[in-house]
């Protein structure tokens, strides 16, 4: 059966600090090949390496680098040791100027992604089957976690502890229902990431350090920075927004004790005058 390919084009000035997110890749389609999603199977898609070689290469170094390679790359690899025939064709009907590229091709070698390669890295096989339009839906579907609106609390957690986790939302459901939020007009919702779809979980992950990557304000970098820190608690993580301003982050446990005391701390909640500046007393 013809197959879709990922047609991973590089020089081998950089081709070897690829391999791991290559084989990575390779692994996660080879997992579960038969899975459909989005219409295609996993199996129909390929990763083809083709490492482009200059004339002014060294012939012998680039046989040896090609040899080192093969002992670790999992996908198929194209050995040519010198300039590609077709090298002028790659340059001129797939934009390849030097810079690693990865064009994804139909098994009738229509082009359906110009270049994934920052979808790829970017996503990995979340972004299957790596057309633009896949990583358009990734981003849409975290737009709303850093485009809340209104004045509405919201709480997102996560981790592994489910009671914890369970005792956190049993508190919040009550706190909601509260005379007190009610009197000062609080709306408060909670989502536990990962409830309905663990896959959420990774993608929620990359999204948070893509934005602090990105070229944003320092108050927003720390708090991404922050978050990453809370991720690698095994309890778990809590972030309170209110509206698109991210208020608290926290640690599951003291969270979740400070929320299940809420008979103890509400009249601050009228005295502060918001919930969330009760809260952080």
Known sequence: MQKHVLLYLSGFNSIDSEILSLNYIH?????NPKEVIKGF??????????PIVDNKDDSAKIKLICETLKKYIKCYAVEHFSEL??????KEELNYSGKPIMPVLTPTGDMMNEDAMDLIF????????FRKIDGEDLSLKWKWFWDLEGSKYIFIYGGENRKWIQNLALALDKIKGHETIQKVDGVIEHYQLGKNDPD?????????EIEKASNLGSEIQEKMESLLCLK???????VLSKGSNVKILDHMEPMCETVMDFEIWKDNVLRKEGFDMALRL
Not at 41 to 50: M, R
Request: hydrophobic share 40%; proline share 7%; aromatic share 14%.
């Open 27 to 31: 692994d996660r389609l080879e997992e």
């Open 122 to 129: 970017r996503w990995e096989i979340e972004a299957f089957p």
């Open 200 to 208: 959420a979980i990774s993608c929620f992950w990359k999204e948070i």
């Open 232 to 238: 690698g608690d095994p309890h778990g993580w809590v």
């Open 41 to 50: 199977k996993k199996k129909d898609f390929k990763i083809l390496c083709i």
């Open 85 to 90: 025939p077709g090298l002028r064709l790659i």
